[in-house]
């Protein structure tokens, strides 16, 4: 069966410190893996996808997030927080490419001062 | 990009009431949308599948008969919440796939905050 998890439920850190957010997944074939943010009471904004070609993806406001496909992994990384990126962040992976997705847990990012 | 659009925002019902919400594509046809549900604090599960000029297909323990969807149009499809109970006051959120180049891109709905009282 397919699933995702983000082992880290709570990450707080400090602004312009680096992040890294985690994210496992399962499923048999090659997967269509996503993170999105959502800002609170809002509906999600998609930062990047991968599906093939380079293991390091580009995404908006910075983000980047590297497959590894020995690990099952997909984390997400900012070299640079900024108190704005302070969010819920869900990684998410597609069973095929129809735009059906199944969510990790999510991870609340919290920036201090 | 594409752009989903959800309302009503935000709805307060009273229990034993239905409650519509619609999902609209706004620039882009899509003969398939998806609608989640998510708790506080918690992710989004996928609730059924809603299908152009067909029936809606559900994920299990979800109640078909209580969460009736239509997609009447290839640009809206509708969630109503029939006799609604408090235990169902939760976030609902739509969305479109879109195809892209190489994957296909959900596209989300701003979400409605439905409260049962």
């Known amino acids: 069966a397919q699933s995702v998890t983000q082992p880290d439920i709570h990450i707080t850190v400090s602004e312009g410190a680096s992040l890294e957010l985690r994210c496992n997944y399962s499923?048999?074939?090659?997967?269509?893996l996503f993170w999105y943010v959502q800002s609170p009471g809002q509906g999600l904004q998609l930062l990047l996808k991968y599906f093939s070609g380079d293991t390091l993806v580009q995404g908006i406001k910075g983000f980047e997030a590297e497959f590894k496909r020995s690990q099952s992994s997909f984390n997400l990384r900012k070299p640079s927080v900024h108190w704005s990126d302070a969010a819920e962040y869900f990684c998410a992976v597609g069973s095929s490419n129809t735009g059906k997705l199944i969510f990790g847990q999510g991870t609340t990012l919290q920036v201090k001062p | 990009g594409a752009v989903v659009s959800q309302h009503p925002s935000r709805v307060i019902c009273k229990s034993g009431t239905s409650v519509k919400i619609e999902c609209r594509s706004l620039?882009?046809?899509?003969?398939?949308m998806f609608w989640y549900r998510q708790f506080p604090k918690q992710s989004l599960m996928l609730m059924a599948t809603?299908?152009?000029?067909?029936?809606?297909?559900?994920e299990q323990g979800v109640e078909k008969d209580k969460f009736l969807i239509n997609h009447a149009s290839l640009t809206l499809s509708t969630l109503t919440v029939t006799s609604a109970h408090p235990e169902d006051s939760s976030f609902y959120i739509c969305s479109a796939p879109h195809p892209g180049t190489q994957i296909t891109e959900a596209f989300f709905g701003q979400g409605t905050r439905l409260t049962v009282v």
């Open positions: 620039d882009f046809q899509a003969t398939t």
């Open positions: 809603s299908n152009e000029g067909s029936k809606a297909t559900y």
């Open positions: 499923y048999g074939a090659t997967p269509y």
